[in-house]
């Protein structure tokens, strides 16, 4: 498994993780079978969100005797900063950890929402709060529209974005290029999402091998089933360096 830096985080992370989504739908047996072999293929980065049930406690009790060695990642979708506060404890208490590597504003998909959420009552001052206090590693959002993204690197010191990357979609891929030279030349960590759109981005590995070739420090799959994980991994295999 290739590993990238995460921008200028200090983490080290696998070019393919695991996202949270099939986890809810799945028993702690099958999450543990899932995340036991992808450890096993050295994959070390989870991403999941507080949207996702019980993914944080899966994620957390199959990594329980691993922790230093994985990078944990969660988001909010809440937008006030009382409410985003409560989020981060009860990931915390969720995954059973003291510290969380990553925590995401989820989802920002409009300019309204990005100001409703920077402002003083806002939710990003709530994950700040809970990374000075040591809580939360690094802080990040997740948006599907460049301008998003590029507006929220200029009202805040964002350390890692998630944005979708796939052959199909043309509205991320519009203004992508530009977004992608910011997060370069500020360090600020790139993991991708989205790379099969749910499926609609034809063959597995065909969409996976676009993806990686495009270069993010990490993309993210979501993996229901052992054959599913081993296709994945198969096909990071056999990519380009």
């Known amino acids: 498994m290739k590993t990238n830096k995460l921008g200028n985080t200090g983490l080290e992370v696998s070019r393919l993780g695991l996202g949270g989504i099939p986890f809810q739908y799945i028993s702690q047996k099958e999450t543990d079978e899932i995340i036991g072999a992808a450890r096993e293929r050295g994959v070390n980065l989870f991403y ?21 060695q994985v990078v944990l990642g969660t988001s909010t979708h809440k937008r006030k900063k ?3 506060l409560r989020e981060v404890r009860d ?35 709530a994950l700040e709060e809970m990374r000075i206090a040591g809580y939360i590693k690094h802080v990040g959002i997740s948006a599907h529209q460049p301008e998003t993204i590029l507006r929220a ?10 944005f979708p990357l796939n052959y199909v979609d043309r ?6 290029e530009r977004l992608l030279e910011v997060l370069k030349e500020r360090g600020i960590g790139y993991v991708s999402i989205k790379p099969m759109v749910f499926g609609y981005a034809g063959i597995a590995n065909i969409a996976m091998r676009y993806v990686f070739n495009c270069g993010p420090d990490a993309t993210i799959v979501g ?3 052992l054959d599913e994980l081993n296709q994945n991994l198969d096909t990071e295999a056999a990519a380009s360096p």
């Open 48 to 68: 999941t969100s507080r949207m996702y049930r019980d993914s944080e406690n899966k994620i957390g009790l199959a990594v329980r005797a691993q922790r230093d």
């Open 171 to 176: 509205e991320a891929a519009e203004g992508q």
């Open 153 to 162: 690197l200029e009202l805040a010191a964002f350390d890692v974005v998630e």
């Open 223 to 225: 993996t229901y089933k």
């Open 82 to 84: 009382t409410e985003a």
């Open 91 to 125: 990931s915390l208490g969720n995954f059973g950890v003291d510290a969380i590597d990553i925590y995401s504003l989820h989802n920002v998909l409009t300019l309204s929402v990005l100001n409703e959420i920077m402002s003083p009552g806002g939710a990003y001052h």
